[in-house]
């Protein structure tokens, strides 16, 4: 009885290696995807989001933290190929670092009020919010070197404003993705 249990947590860490895995790559992979539009954007939230619904608060975040940690590592996984500490202290990196509040955050609210589509949609958009937030004070604090009132609201100007709806039809994609995805992969 012990060998099938073994067998059975072997299998099940086995599996779950693997989807944290794929599901880094397809973080990665949504962030090479740039759409043009007046403001280009990528759908590296997309793949944020997928995550974090099919794989829950917990590996979700594991996900987040090793594809900035393989980007960190060198290897080209931000948007536009970047990779390196470089690309993390330049511009957009208070958003790429955002991504890790957003995991946490959709961690704890769905720990706390479970994973019904209600609460997973007002975790990732809590989330979101959290990440536009540090990412805009990254940008304020460390590129204009201060944040006096209007600096700041042309910072959410560039920064925020314009990835509003995208960002939320992307939330929207990702709970369908999650509906759709068969028991069986989680």
Not at 27 to 34: D, H, K, L, Q, R
Not at 84 to 103: D, K, N, P, Q, Y
Not at 136 to 152: D, N
Request: aromatic share 12%.
């Amino acid at each position: 009885m012990r060998d099938k249990a073994r067998s059975h947590s072997s299998k099940n860490r086995i599996k779950l290696s693997v989807l944290i895995s794929l599901f880094t790559a397809v973080i990665a992979v949504c962030s090479f995807v740039s759409v043009p539009s007046a403001v280009p954007f990528t759908l590296q939230t997309l793949g944020i989001f997928t995550t974090l619904t099919v794989l829950g608060g917990k590996h979700g975040t594991v996900c987040i933290a090793l594809y900035i940690f393989i980007g960190l590592a060198g290897v080209p996984v931000f948007s536009g190929f970047g990779a390196g500490f470089g690309h993390i202290t330049g511009a957009t990196g208070g958003f790429i670092l955002g991504f890790i509040i957003c995991g946490f955050c959709y961690w704890i609210i769905t720990k706390i009020f479970g994973n019904k589509t209600v609460t997973k949609a007002i975790g990732l958009i809590t989330g979101l919010l959290l990440c536009y937030s540090f990412g805009t004070l990254w940008y304020a604090v460390f590129h204009l070197r201060t944040i006096s009132p209007g600096e700041f609201l042309t910072v959410l100007k560039v920064c925020v404003l314009p990835f509003i709806i995208p960002d939320l039809l992307k939330l929207c994609v990702a709970l369908i993705i999650d509906k759709k995805l068969p028991q069986t992969i989680r």
